[in-house]
């Protein structure tokens, strides 16, 4: 039932293509925050502090998410991940690093949880299993895909500004697929419990 949904395409493509921004971030941290002139202690302290803010970004846009539509939460969410790129390519001094962490990992940590969330009030509990197994090839596939992307880019510029860059416009095509992957409705779906 769930393959037949336009919903569910629409919200794959934008977590695996969220995946795949993550894991091209994450791994290319370290390297990008020494090229803007940050020691490498000052580098890893921005992502022990964007790590340590997942924390509260996960309560909060969980909270969000219980009191408010969970596509319209996980849309904006997109687009504040979308800032969040932008305001990494301002990176170039601690406060402005140590900014950015805490605003780029309380984004980060809420898109895990809205992730679980989603699925769960689109489709039910009962199959929920099967379905993140479906979906599961496009997001890990796409989770390999990150790091190799950033890193070609960066090896034919010696730069990260363009994928970053990059990065900004497919966080807002992630927000644009989850807007218009509206709930099912009862005559599509039979929802289970």
């Known amino acids: 039932q769930v393959t037949r949904l336009l919903s569910f395409y629409l919200l794959v493509t934008a977590f695996s293509v969220s995946a795949f921004l993550a894991t091209g971030l994450n791994l290319h941290m370290i ?3 020494t090229d803007r002139g940050l020691t490498p202690g000052t580098a890893a302290l921005v992502v022990a502090v964007w790590s340590g803010s997942g924390a509260l970004g996960s309560l909060t846009l ?6 408010f539509s969970i596509r319209l939460v996980a849309t904006w969410s997109f687009l504040l991940l979308g800032t969040g790129f932008a ?6 001094s601690t406060l402005i690093g140590l900014t950015w962490g805490v605003y780029q990992g309380f984004v980060n940590g809420g ?3 809205l992730q679980q969330v989603i699925f769960a009030d689109y489709y039910g ?10 979906m599961q090839p ?11 992307a950033a890193a070609v880019v960066f090896d034919m510029t ?3 500004v363009g ?10 095509f992630c927000a644009i697929c989850t807007f218009f992957a509206k709930p099912p409705i009862p005559t599509q779906f039979q929802v289970g419990s």
């Open 31 to 33: 390297p990008y925050f």
């Open 62 to 67: 969980g909270f969000l998410a219980e009191r």
């Open 87 to 92: 305001l990494l390519l301002t990176v170039h």
């Open 111 to 113: 898109m895990f949880i």
């Open 125 to 134: 509990r009962g199959s929920l299993g099967a379905i993140r197994g479906a």
């Open 138 to 148: 496009a997001t890990l596939g796409a989770n390999a895909l990150g790091p190799l």
């Open 158 to 160: 010696g730069s990260y």
């Open 163 to 172: 994928v970053f860059s990059a990065f900004i416009f497919l966080s807002i």
